[in-house]
């Protein structure tokens, strides 16, 4: 449920996260007038439907491919410059796209290669953009400013396409490409005048990425509430994906209109999308994201029949209204609950898994429901889309979404580790031993909480996790071991405020608590 004393316009009192909300909002208007105007053009180079839905596969599948060692650069290197780069190498590549289509050389294979190359941009900017969110707000606000930046996108989703409907037909089909690429001037600028995050200097070695990307799958893995983000993820986009591929041709051959039809219904969704966010601030104070993403497939289902049998222009643009708004209430809720269960050090990594599962699943369904459509026709494909999205809510749902708050800030609350020569840092394995002389009648509820507590140190890097009696004493002894001394460095900055508590509630059940730590050889 959302914080009723916190304005969902709050964020927008933060300068930094205001001058870049407003340049994501202008290059964004970019980036959907190029999705519209290359969608559209493939229409006119190559009208397969198969050929149409791999446009928006090529949108999506760089971010499926790369999305996980992208969050591990972001979780690595300064997030700014990172940014500064990709963002750079975007204008360029969208320039060239630009002329090319001026010239008139462009084939379908050379639009895709392009897309392809924008979409593996968009793939190393979206962990570092979603990850420093959390540093432009106090915590309280962070709800608010994930609704306001899912908002943002939505209203470049409500002016880009309708513009570039505009454009293509007025002016020519290189223009809409030519002010994407301009586009990325406005977040270069508003890149270049922001500081970057604040913070003091890392006090040990920055991880490597494949290290770093193996660490960020191992969170994840022993993560239940990140899991089960993905899972409801996975699901919903899916059978989201077809109206997405589909809407080209539901615009030309259903519907029978032209360019700016379907710059009006891909309109429509935008301005769907911004009119949810307004009312989301409202519903999910009624609601919690389980049931509003629940709502959402629901929603999302009824706009999938409505595109597959109504030939009515209205009635389609309408349908379009729905779609935006239950895609907002569902990405944002989905977005929150990824969030919530992340900490900072692994908070890119994490994210850029959920990324990787939206765009695995809109790659994969635009393919298929592409394919279905090739085969048979645009009607089946969406009808067959809404029966999924409804056939799988009942088993979605049983996996809850985590919507409360998590203490996963960093505690600090170890005591320093011995110090060991920088030399020494990267030996191993370290064992840690930890002995606990618990309470007469309390052993049963202190092997309870450690074994909650295992699975806090395995997700921070914890290997070879182990529960022992001592018989002679009664004493419970916890073993694990980590790689080397730089990794039980690391694991001290990453135990959280939540495991403080955990640990706490585990020493109350104690007499006495003895931490011992042996390095091989």
């Known amino acids: 449920m959302a914080d009723p004393t916190v304005s969902p316009w709050a964020p927008f009192r933060r300068r930094p996260f205001l001058v870049l909300w407003l340049a994501t909002l202008f290059s964004n208007v970019g980036t959907w007038m190029h999705d519209v105007g290359a969608g559209w053009l493939m229409t006119s180079l190559d009208p397969d439907p198969g050929m149409i839905a791999a446009v928006q596969a090529m949108t999506t599948l760089p971010v499926f491919l790369l999305a996980l060692p992208a969050g591990a650069l972001a979780d690595i290197l300064d997030r700014r410059r990172l940014l500064l780069v990709v963002n750079g190498a975007m204008l360029l590549v969208a320039a060239l796209l630009a002329f090319w289509v001026q010239g008139g050389g462009i084939s379908s294979q050379g639009l895709l290669l392009i897309t392809f190359l924008l979409g593996c941009g968009a793939a190393f900017l979206a962990p570092a953009w979603q990850a420093i969110v959390p540093s432009l707000l106090v915590r309280k606000e962070l709800q608010a400013g994930i609704a306001l930046n899912s908002m943002g996108i939505n209203i470049s989703r409500a002016i880009g396409p309708a513009l570039a409907g505009l454009l293509i037909a007025q002016v020519g089909m290189a223009m809409p490409f030519l002010l994407n690429a301009l586009s990325f001037l406005a977040i270069l600028a508003a890149l270049w005048w922001w500081p970057g995050e604040t913070g003091g200097a890392a006090r040990l070695p920055a991880e490597r990425v494949l290290p770093a990307m193996v660490a960020g799958l191992r969170y994840a893995r022993r993560s239940p509430p990140l899991l089960g983000v993905l899972l409801r993820a996975?699901?919903?986009?899916?059978?989201?994906?077809?109206?997405?591929?589909?809407?080209?041709?539901?615009?030309?051959?259903?519907?029978?209109?032209?360019?700016?039809?379907?710059?009006?219904?891909?309109?429509?969704?935008?301005?769907?999308?911004?009119?949810?966010?307004?009312?989301?601030?409202?519903?999910?104070?009624?609601?919690?994201?389980?049931?509003?993403?629940?709502?959402?497939?629901?929603?999302?289902?009824?706009?999938?029949?409505?595109?597959?049998?109504?030939?009515?222009?209205?009635?389609?643009?309408?349908?379009?209204?729905?779609?935006?708004?239950?895609?907002?209430?569902?990405?944002?809720?989905?977005?929150?609950?990824?969030?919530?269960?992340?900490?900072?050090?692994?908070?890119?990594?994490?994210?850029?898994?959920?990324?990787?599962?939206?765009?695995?699943?809109?790659?994969?369904?635009?393919?298929?429901?592409?394919?279905?459509?090739?085969?048979?026709?645009?009607?089946?494909?969406?009808?067959?889309?809404?029966?999924?999205?409804?056939?799988?809510?009942?088993?979605?749902?049983?996996?809850?979404?985590?919507?409360?708050?998590?203490?996963?800030?960093?505690?600090?609350?170890?005591?320093?580790?011995?110090?060991?020569?920088?030399?020494?840092?990267?030996?191993?394995?370290?064992?840690?031993?930890?002995?606990?002389?618990?309470?007469?009648?309390?052993?049963?509820?202190?092997?309870?909480?450690?074994?909650?507590?295992?699975?806090?140190?395995?997700?921070?890097?914890?290997?070879?996790?182990?529960?022992?009696?001592?018989?002679?004493?009664?004493?419970?002894?916890?073993?694990?071991?980590?790689?080397?001394?730089?990794?039980?460095?690391?694991?001290?900055?990453?135990?959280?405020?939540?495991?403080?508590?955990?640990?706490?509630?585990?020493?109350?059940?104690?007499?006495?608590?003895?931490?011992?730590?042996?390095?091989?050889?």
Do not use: K, N
């Open 234 to 521: 996975g699901a919903f986009f899916l059978f989201a994906s077809a109206y997405w591929a589909m809407l080209p041709l539901v615009a030309r051959l259903q519907l029978g209109g032209d360019a700016t039809l379907y710059g009006a219904l891909t309109a429509s969704v935008g301005l769907g999308a911004v009119l949810g966010a307004l009312l989301l601030p409202r519903l999910r104070r009624r609601l919690s994201g389980h049931r509003i993403v629940m709502q959402g497939s629901v929603g999302t289902a009824l706009v999938l029949l409505v595109l597959a049998t109504s030939r009515s222009v209205p009635l389609a643009l309408l349908a379009a209204l729905l779609a935006g708004a239950c895609w907002i209430a569902t990405l944002s809720s989905l977005m929150i609950a990824a969030q919530g269960a992340l900490p900072d050090w692994v908070r890119a990594r994490g994210l850029s898994l959920y990324l990787t599962v939206l765009a695995g699943a809109m790659a994969l369904g635009s393919l298929g429901w592409g394919q279905l459509a090739s085969q048979l026709d645009v009607t089946v494909a969406l009808l067959v889309a809404a029966a999924g999205m409804l056939l799988l809510i009942p088993f979605t749902s049983r996996v809850h979404l985590d919507g409360g708050e998590r203490a996963l800030q960093a505690s600090g609350h170890w005591p320093e580790p011995a110090s060991v020569a920088p030399e020494l840092q990267q030996a191993g394995p370290v064992m840690i031993l930890v002995r606990y002389r618990v309470l007469g009648g309390e052993e049963p509820a202190c092997r309870a909480l450690l074994r909650r507590l295992g699975e806090s140190r395995r997700r921070d890097g914890g290997q070879e996790w182990h529960l022992f009696r001592e018989p002679a004493s009664g004493d419970l002894v916890e073993t694990f071991v980590l790689p080397s001394w730089l990794d039980h460095l690391r694991q001290h900055e990453r135990v959280t405020e939540e495991e403080a508590r955990l640990q706490e509630q585990i020493r109350t059940l104690c007499e006495t608590v003895r931490v011992e730590h042996y390095l091989a050889g």
